[in-house]
Structures are given as C-alpha cells and as structure tokens.
Nanobody
C-alpha cells in the first residue's frame, strides 16, 4: 500500500511561482509512474503532469506546458511540481497520484493511489 502526502500549496499572486511536493511511502518499488491532477471549484478533476518512475519521462497538459515542470527524486521517493507564471485559473486543489501499471499515464482512472490534496490559490 502506497501512501502519498502532498505539501506546498498556498496563496500566491498571479505571475508568481510555487513548488508542490509529494512524498511517497510504503510499496514504492511497485510504482510505474506518478502524476499530478487538479480540481477547480465546480469543475472535474483534470490531468496536469506525470513522470515515469523508472525512466523519468514526463508528460504535461497543454494548459501548463512551458509553465509547470514535474520532476522526481527517487532517493527521497518524492515528486515535485514546479509551477511558474501562475494564473488565477490555476487555482485548484492539486492531487498527487501513483500508478502501478503501465499505460494510461494521463488517465486518472488508471491511478491506484491518491493523496489528500493541497490547495493552490492564485490571486489576480
């Protein structure tokens, strides 16, 4: 059983930067990939970014490409989401997730474990 704990969410002004962290524990050897998803008020949860645990290959949604960067530290079992040039529309609860199986890296239904979420609020 993998446990995920996110941190780093807070209130930030538009144009600012923020780094989210997700620490994984328990059974991390079984992970294929980790990802970040977000859910804004009144909207469905959406894919943000993902990273292969073994190769380090990354995927980013079009809405954050060029502004957000996902990375990992295998030694610390931690995944990061570096967010820059933040916009008010980035306001959401950000969730970290882990998947054990290959394929469907952008599909939230393919993820097996989820964190509790961390709130990011971008003021205009």
């Amino acid at each position: 059983q993998v446990q995920l704990v996110e941190s780093g969410g807070r209130l930030v002004q538009a144009g600012g930067s923020l780094r989210l962290s997700c620490a994984a524990s328990g059974g991390t050897f079984s992970m294929n990939a980790m990802g970040w998803f977000r859910q804004a008020p009144g909207k469905e949860r959406e894919f943000v970014a993902a990273i292969s645990w073994s190769s380090g290959s990354t995927w980013h949604s079009d809405s954050v490409k060029g502004r957000f960067t996902i990375s990992r530290d295998n030694a610390k079992n931690t995944v990061y989401l570096q967010m820059t040039s933040l916009k008010p529309e980035d306001t959401a609860v950000y969730y970290c997730a882990a998947k054990a199986r290959p394929f469907g890296i952008t599909e939230q239904g393919k993820y097996d474990y989820w964190g509790q979420g961390t709130q990011v609020t971008v003021s205009s």
